[in-house]
C-alpha cells in the first residue's frame, strides 16, 4: 500500500524558516511527479509547489515564489520543502502528494495523498 508521511511541521515566528519532508513508501516512484498544498481552515486546498522526477522542472504558486523551495532525493524517496521569510498567512496544514504524469500539476489531480502536517506561524 502507497504511503506518503509527512514530517517537520511545528510553530514557527514570522519571518522564520521551517522545511518539511515528506517519505514515500509501499510503491514505485520512479518518474512520478511530487507536489506540496496546503488547506487552512475554512479554506481549499491549494497548490505549493511541484518538482518532477529529475528535479529539472519545479512550479511555484505566486504566493510562495522567491519564499519557498521544493527539492527531492529520489534514492530514499523523500521530497522536501524549505520554507523561508515565513508569513501567518502561510499557515495550514500541509500536505505532499504523488502522480506519475508531468501533467496538470498545479491542480488537485495527484494519485496520492499524505495525512498532512500543521504549520503554525506566529507574529
Known amino acids: 500500500q502507497v504511503q506518503l508521511v509527512e514530517s517537520g511541521g511545528g510553530l514557527v515566528q514570522a519571518r522564520g524558516s521551517l522545511r518539511l519532508s515528506c517519505a514515500a513508501s509501499g510503491g514505485t516512484f520512479s518518474g512520478y511527479v511530487m507536489g506540496w498544498f496546503r488547506q487552512a481552515p475554512g479554506k481549499e486546498r491549494e497548490f505549493v509547489a511541484a518538482i518532477s522526477w529529475r528535479g529539472s522542472s519545479t512550479y511555484y504558486a505566486d504566493s510562495v515564489k522567491g519564499r519557498f523551495a521544493i527539492s527531492r532525493t529520489n534514492a530514499k524517496n523523500t521530497v522536501y520543502l524549505q520554507m523561508n521569510s515565513l508569513k501567518p498567512e502561510d499557515m495550514a496544514v500541509y500536505y505532499c502528494?504523488?502522480?506519475?504524469?508531468?501533467?496538470?500539476?498545479?491542480?488537485?489531480?495527484?494519485?496520492?495523498w499524505g495525512q498532512g502536517t500543521q504549520v503554525t506561524v506566529s507574529s
Open positions: 502528494a504523488a502522480k506519475d504524469a508531468l501533467v496538470a500539476v498545479t491542480t488537485r489531480s495527484y494519485d496520492y
